[in-house]
């Protein structure tokens, strides 16, 4: 088993488990992901939605989170590594290997966000090991990276990681970042119709896949397969311009060791999954959102539409019921949002308190958002059983 690098890092599994906001993948997941070998992704949406001052100062209360959720994070996988290697892979041989391993974990940053780069610069200077950068292109995140580095202490820089749906996306952005600041990618995630959260293809788009309902019988996997390898086409041309591996992860629709097999096949490196760790007992979210999950039929996830101007899979529930007959009217703006996106005047809903109000077990009001397989799940699991059920033939 050899582990896999990323920038000047090691990852011991190629298993990211990717960010979810709001409040569902913090220092908890993500520490037990590190510290069972897959990388453990917090994210940075209203990541301080349980500061005090949250209400009245969002961006103060999070930029603060984001060094203490990291340092938590650190501190708690350290843990869970000795406790999971210490017996079980002393047989393996595998204990000298694994002497000077460090967990794995990093943020995922929309770059949708506003203040987009104070979030960046903040997960820096905190010591992130990768930033992962979705919802828009993220075009300058180099640069950011570079400028915050210049300003901390840290040993070893943050890596940087695009998260692209298409060959086209991949291509503006690496051909941007080599033109511009004369680098490329670290890391690259595509994410593909059956994720959780925004998504970024059109309802057309999603309806021509299959994957905008009942994608179990819909969805048509061989034509975004082929995506798939387009994109890994283009990296390959930026890992030989840069002479560096640029490992790619593929996230969307991912719940088994042959869903991994299946990706790997095409090409890929690794996977990127959300849904299967939303259904564990270190997931951050609230009990009852998970319940939701393990109770759900797959009729029950749907796409809906999101303030951020995409679509959004989600689980059916009254308050997506409720935005059939009109808009719920705005009553504070949390700025989570840059204005050129969010507009107060026209959105149906806000989406931080929807999401707040799912972190809060606030059900009435709350948007469950969830990958095309959430129903598949029929109760809690512990992280490091996902891990050793997906590792298995990787060691
Ligand atoms: C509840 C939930 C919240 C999510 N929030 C974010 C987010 O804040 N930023 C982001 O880039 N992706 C987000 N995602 C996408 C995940 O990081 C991941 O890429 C995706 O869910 C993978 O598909 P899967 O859920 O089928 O495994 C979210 C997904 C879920 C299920």
Redesign the pocket.
């Known amino acids: 088993m050899e582990f896999l690098k990323i920038g000047d890092r090691s990852l011991l599994y190629p298993i990211i488990q990717?960010?979810?906001?709001?409040g569902?993948?913090l220092s908890s997941l993500a520490a037990h992901v590190a510290g069972n070998g897959g990388m453990g992704?917090i994210?940075t949406?209203q990541i301080g939605f349980r500061e005090d001052d949250f209400y009245k100062n969002p961006i103060v209360a999070n930029l603060r989170a984001i060094k203490t959720e990291l340092q938590k994070a650190r501190d708690l996988a350290v843990q869970v590594f000795e406790n999971s290697f210490k017996v079980s892979e002393q047989a393996a041989g595998f204990i000298d290997k694994l002497k000077n391993y460090k967990p794995f974990i990093g943020f995922?940053i929309?770059v949708a966000t506003n203040k987009y780069a104070d979030y960046v610069i903040e997960a820096v200077k905190a010591g992130a090991d990768i930033i992962?950068?979705?919802?828009g292109l993220p075009v300058d995140l180099p640069e950011l990276v570079q400028k915050a580095q210049e300003i901390s202490d840290n040993e070893k820089r943050t890596c940087i990681a695009p998260?692209v749906s298409g060959r086209k996306s991949a291509k503006v952005i690496l051909k941007m970042w080599d033109r511009k600041y004369k680098t490329t990618a670290d890391a690259i995630?595509i994410?593909g119709p059956?994720?959780?959260?925004?998504l970024g293809f059109s309802y057309d788009e999603l309806h021509e896949l299959g994957a905008d309902t009942m994608a179990s019988r819909n969805y048509k996997r061989e034509k975004y397969d082929a995506e798939i390898k387009e994109i890994i086409e283009e990296v390959r041309i930026y890992e030989e311009k840069f002479g560096k591996k640029i490992p790619v992860f593929v996230?969307?629709?991912?719940?088994t060791r042959e869903d991994i097999a299946h990706v790997i096949s095409l090409g890929a490196d690794g996977v990127?999954?959300?849904?299967?760790f939303?259904t564990t007992y270190e997931c951050d979210?609230p009990d009852d959102y998970k319940q939701t999950y393990i109770n759900a039929k797959e009729e029950d996830i749907v796409i809906t539409k999101s303030p951020v101007g995409m679509p959004g899979?989600a689980i059916r529930n009254d308050f997506m019921d409720r935005l059939k007959s009109g808009p719920i009217p705005i009553r504070h703006c949390h700025n989570c949002l840059s204005h050129s996106i969010c507009d107060r005047k026209t959105i149906p809903y806000c989406i931080t308190d929807a999401l707040c109000s799912a972190a809060n077990s606030d059900e009435n009001h709350a948007l469950?958002?969830?990958?095309?397989?959430?129903y598949r799940a029929t109760g809690l699991e512990y992280v490091k059983d996902i891990m050793h059920e997906l590792t298995e033939d990787m060691k």
Not at 18 to 22: D, H, I, L, R, T
Not at 132 to 135: E, R, Y
Not at 251 to 255: E, K, N, P, Q, R
């Open positions: 990717g960010g979810m906001g709001v569902i993948s992704i994210s949406a995922n929309m992962i950068s979705g919802a998260i995630v994410e059956l994720a959780g959260g925004h996230a969307g629709g991912i719940y990127q999954m959300g849904t299967r939303v979210a899979r469950l958002f969830c990958g095309s397989n959430a």
